[in-house]
Nanobody, 116 residues
Framework: QVQLVESGGGLVQPGGSLRLSCAAS????????MKWHRQAPGKQRELVAT???????NYADSVKGRFTISRDNAKNTVYLQMNSLKPEDTAVYYC??????????WGQGTQVTVSS
């Protein structure tokens, strides 16, 4: 059973930065891809960023140029570096991993609040 644990959320002022971490209980090489999603109050969950096993990345238009997904294989951790944060980035951010066997795993989420 894979466990994903997010951390790094918090309160930040507009224009500020945060780095979210997603620590996996197993090797992240076992995952087909890993993603960050977010869900704001009253809105549907939104895919923010994807990192494939081969290292390719993809981003939602709303975060392109501001957010960066990356990984540390030795630490089995995936990161989401968030810069130039805006109030509309406020949401619960979730880490998600899909295995090659098409099993889907989710973390518990971490709150990000962008406010002055």
């Amino acid at each position: 059973q894979v466990q994903l644990v997010e951390s790094g959320g918090g309160l930040v002022q507009p224009g500020g930065s945060l780095r979210l971490s997603c620590a996996a209980s197993g090797s992240i090489f076992s995952f087909y891809n890993m993603k960050w999603h977010r869900q704001a109050p009253g809105k549907q969950r939104e895919l923010v960023a994807t990192l494939t096993n081969g290292g390719a990345t993809n981003y939602a238009d709303s975060v392109k140029g501001r957010f960066t997904i990356s990984r540390d294989n030795a630490k089995n951790t995936v990161y989401l570096q968030m810069n130039s944060l805006k109030p509309e980035d406020t949401a619960v951010y979730y880490c998600n991993a899909l295995t090659f066997g098409r099993k889907d795993y989710w973390g518990q989420g971490t709150q990000v609040t962008v406010s002055s």
